[in-house]
């Protein structure tokens, strides 16, 4: 066979491998909802275990009525409590979708923080600024975040926006501080500042966005977990590389799961539910939210059976 007929078959499969890999991903693995199920060693010892229901960047647009019920699903899990770490909206009519696909889940103890996708609605963006501006912001329409505060608070979840506050779960005290968006640097963490409380049987920390400056104050603060979205997990990962970008600071390694944060504290990552509208893929990185089993550390010390930069080696995927 000539030169160029092998160039031109080799281009062609090339080009058709392209087609159905963004195909795969804007269709089936973007709608390929798990739970992937992590155990912490995070509570005070002698704590009971706590079932904490992670969810983030569900990114709601009103007919997405399969994203709909699978998290009206989520309910069966019974969690303790539930963490919302931001990006609900991405159009101004989700708000009703959202609350309706929680409404279950909102009676459950929960806290929430808000990101930029609750304030603002998604826009089309240059997907090459993710590599090479990843501090840029394009800011679409506003969003109705107070209609989305109103309904969550209405049914007794916590808005920690730069707010410190101690709740009791199932006999246990849990101290909880949270900021607002850092991705869109709305984060005043000097609003919450202090040591965390020491006497819980946990100190939790919540952001939308893993910025750095916001977790190490966080960990400076003791705190011994710190929840976060954003990331979306990477979004694109590559086997046997992981992510690629971030859109933060946060290294790759980190973009999804649990890791170990300096000496003490752990961080959870969440991939996040949803995509914005404009870049509706996911490769390797299925849609999830993540229910974490809390347990009791080790009298050796609250940080043993984490390593630095790793996810905790009992996870599992359903």
Request: charged share 20%; proline share 8%.
């Amino acid at each position: 066979m000539p030169a160029s007929s092998i160039l031109k078959n080799s281009a062609a499969v090339a080009a058709g491998s392209v087609v159905a890999g963004i195909g795969y991903a804007s269709v089936i693995e973007r709608n390929a909802f798990v739970v992937r199920e992590v155990t912490m060693p995070v509570l005070a010892p002698g704590s009971s275990p706590l079932k904490v229901l992670h969810l983030s960047d569900i990114h709601m647009r009103p007919q997405q009525r399969r994203k709909q019920a699978w998290l009206r699903s989520l309910a069966d899990l019974e969690p303790d409590l539930v963490v919302n770490t931001g990006d609900n909206l991405a159009h101004p009519k989700s708000v009703p979708a959202v609350v309706q696909s929680l409404s279950e889940l909102l009676s459950v103890p929960g806290v929430f923080v808000f990101g930029s996708n609750d304030y603002f609605g998604p826009r089309p963006k240059n997907p090459a600024n993710y590599l090479i501006k990843p501090s840029h912001r394009i800011h679409g329409e506003p969003l109705p975040w107070q209609d989305l505060r109103a309904a969550f608070t209405e049914r007794g979840w916590l808005d920690m926006t730069h707010t410190r506050r101690d709740l009791e779960v199932n006999g246990l005290v849990i101290a909880v501080a949270g900021v607002d968006d850092p991705h869109l640097k709305r984060d005043r963490y000097e609003a919450i500042a202090g040591p965390a409380n020491s006497a819980a049987n946990l100190t939790l920390g919540l952001a939308h966005a893993p910025y750095l400056r916001v977790l190490d104050r966080f960990a400076a603060d003791g705190y011994q977990l710190v929840m976060a979205g954003h990331t979306h997990g990477g979004q694109l990962r590559l086997p046997g590389y992981g992510a690629i970008v971030t859109n933060c600071d946060i290294d790759p390694s980190r973009a999804r799961g649990a890791s170990k944060w300096g000496a003490h504290m752990q961080l959870h990552v969440s991939a996040g539910i949803g995509t914005s509208p404009y870049a509706p893929l996911r490769f390797c990185c299925r849609p999830e939210a993540t229910l974490l089993t809390l347990v009791a550390a080790p009298t050796g010390g609250r940080d043993a059976g984490m390593r630095e930069g790793q996810s905790h080696p009992s996870v599992s995927v359903r």
